[in-house]
């Protein structure tokens, strides 16, 4: 069976409030989300007290890299401080990975999840130019550096960094993931609420590579189309995805999935979705 997790919550205030949630739903894991002031990096170098909570509720975690995470950055300064998170987060990360060998899934890695940051782009009467695009030798050096990193860094911790499709990968981006899947130790994380927002062009793309598919966020959501924007994050069975089958193909990759909806109201109803089709280990049990 799938294992199921959640991300951290706007509406719990502590690490202890999202693990009780965690726990009483069900769920097996906690995506750490490091967009959060409660787990920035210093706090995610307290692995002694990470460790001590979550196994007290029997649970293990994964973790998201800041959104902004730009190691492609045309600054120095600022592209080396992106590359020392990414040190540090995965030396935190395997400290964790005893939390995962005890509660999760052995066969399946521990995940650092990452975003591509699309970079700036200057508007011209005809176009859009991307800056990564434009000085794309430069782009790919960054990546070329981050892979090499990665692989001194995590060693043979069972560990990878899976990259997210999140408002449709550009052209550039494409050819850097390709790269970067060549190692072991990178993956691809789909988003299946991201990629319905924007009609699915990701698909293609993912699909191609299913080989490499690592972990998913799982959220119901609607096309863009007859004047409305897509939508995504919503709770299963509040929008227009085939949810049995994407988690088909994740239980066929060995994938790990976090239910990625922004309520607890939203999660406790996708939770429900699940269990009503037979979608969970206790599936004949209703949460309480």
């Known amino acids: 069976m799938i294992q199921f997790g959640m991300p951290t919550l706007i509406e719990n205030n502590t690490l202890e409030d ?31 007290e990470l460790y001590r909570a979550a196994d007290e509720a029997g649970l293990y975690y994964t973790i998201h890299l800041d959104e902004n995470l730009n190691i492609a950055e045309f600054n120095p300064l600022v592209a080396d401080a992106y590359l020392e998170t990414v040190r540090r987060t995965v030396e935190a990360a395997k400290k964790l990975i005893p939390l995962r060998d005890r509660y999760g899934e052995k066969s399946q890695p521990l995940i650092v999840n990452m975003h591509m940051n699309h970079g700036i782009y200057v508007t011209l009467p005809d176009r859009k130019v991307g800056m990564y695009d434009r000085n794309f030798e430069a782009y790919f050096d960054a990546f070329v550096k981050l892979r090499a990193l990665c692989e001194e860094w995590i060693g043979d911790a ?31 994380t789909w988003d299946i609420g991201h990629s319905k927002a924007i009609g699915e062009t990701d698909v293609p793309f993912l699909m191609e590579r299913a080989d490499k598919l690592r972990h998913f966020h799982i959220h119901d959501g609607t096309a863009e189309g ?63």
């Open 158 to 188: 069972d560990l990878v960094v899976s990259i997210e499709n999140t408002d449709g990968f550009r052209g550039y981006e494409k050819k850097v993931i390709d790269y970067l899947l060549e190692s072991p130790r990178f993956g691809l």
């Open 18 to 48: 999202n693990l009780r949630l965690c726990k009483r739903l069900g769920l097996r894991f906690v995506e750490l989300n490091m967009n959060f002031p409660e787990y920035q990096l210093h706090r995610l170098e307290q692995t002694d």
């Open 226 to 288: 007859g004047g409305r924007k897509g939508s995504n994050h919503l709770a299963l069975g509040d929008g227009e995805i085939g949810i049995e089958e994407r988690l088909s193909l994740a239980e066929k990759k060995n994938a790990r999935c976090v239910l990625e909806t922004k309520t607890v109201a939203a999660l406790e109803q996708s939770v429900d979705y699940l269990r009503d089709r037979g979608i969970w280990p206790d599936s004949a049990q209703k949460r309480t």
